[in-house]
């Protein structure tokens, strides 16, 4: 593997799953892999468990590792060619990237929308420069558009808990004070269109997705209506797509906050969440408490997407 943005990256699913459950059942099977391979993460925004699980991945696989965060204890950087550079960003990205990339073998960008220029945002320049300029594999970790590691920790979740072969899993959009980016749902929505599963999307009128990831889900603008017999409820907030709103907050409606009684809709299903979550914003303390709730599986099993994803790369550059 030589570059990992999105689904396509990872090719057939099943051995992808497969291929993670080898990697879970002895995550220090490889440690030969990673000898004397160095990554760089590189982060412009904050990050808890992308952060912590890729370097274990990365431990695990023997590698070392090096953690850059942009914005605090590095230059700012200037992403655009041609801005006269009089402001207060000190470095370009088209000399840090080769810098950067000479001190290590893998590199890994976290890189979230602006949400300000919405063509911007889905050209992806931040992590397509880091690709055409660093001549190292590189992983997203979050870029403008998608999240593919927790896409596919995700993916891991659900097929260690469903308990039929084509689950329904409902995406609920749900309130949140700021503007989210929306590469979580984007990704999930991807990964979920490449599964054979029954995948549903539910959210208020005006948060419409683009219609390259929403593909052949279907859209319920009724939420109870969507969790009737729901196996998977996946929660996530995520800003305005369409056109000028891009970015913006357009409902805050707690009516939309998943609690027990739309839970007691579903069947039985299993909550689940990426993280970070704000309680009682997008889901009740109940809830996200529940014995039913897959909140900590999921990023327990970021460490193993992580590792699945490196173990690729790092196979591809013997
Ligand atoms: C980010 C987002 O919604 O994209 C990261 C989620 C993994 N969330 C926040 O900024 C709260
Ligand atoms: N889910 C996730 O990517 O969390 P962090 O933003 O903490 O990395």
Request: proline share 3%.
């Amino acid at each position: 593997m030589k570059k990992f943005t999105c689904v396509e990256d990872i090719g057939d699913l099943r051995l992808a799953v497969a291929e993670a459950m080898v990697v879970k059942r002895d995550r220090f099977a490889f440690t030969e892999l990673g000898k004397n391979r160095t990554l760089l993460m590189i982060f412009f925004n904050s990050s808890l468990r992308t952060r912590l699980s890729t370097q274990k991945a990365a431990m695990n696989l023997g590698m070392n590792v090096m953690v850059l965060d942009v914005n605090q204890g590095a230059w700012k950087l200037e992403t655009e060619r041609g801005v006269v550079m009089d402001g207060d960003k000190a470095e370009h990205l088209l000399e840090a990237i080769p810098v950067m990339a000479s001190y290590c073998d893998v590199i890994g960008v976290r890189a979230f929308a602006q949400l300000n220029d919405r063509v911007e945002d889905y050209e992806e320049r931040i992590i397509e420069q880091f690709i055409r300029y660093s001549g190292r594999p590189v992983f997203s970790m979050e870029a403008a558009t998608r999240h593919p590691l927790q896409s596919f920790a995700d993916l891991i979740t659900i097929e260690e808990h469903k308990t039929k072969e084509r689950p329904k899993v409902v995406m609920t959009w749900a309130p949140h004070p700021k503007a989210l980016p929306q590469a979580v749902p984007n990704s999930f929505a991807e990964w979920m269109n490449a599964t054979d599963y029954e995948f549903v999307i539910t959210h208020p009128k005006g948060y419409e997705l683009a219609h390259e990831f929403v593909g052949n889900a279907k859209v319920e603008y009724d939420q109870r209506k969507a969790f009737e017999g729901a196996d998977f409820i996946y929660a996530k907030n995520w800003s305005a797509y369409a056109g000028a709103d891009y970015g913006k907050v357009l409902s805050t409606d707690r009516d939309w906050t998943v609690d027990a009684d739309k839970m007691a809709l579903t069947n039985d299903a299993f909550f689940m969440h990426c993280l970070p979550v704000r309680r009682n914003m997008i889901v009740t303390d109940e809830v996200i408490e529940s014995a039913k709730s897959l909140v900590i599986r999921e990023a327990e099993n970021r460490e193993i997407s992580a590792q699945v994803v490196l173990k690729r790369i790092l196979e591809n550059l013997k």
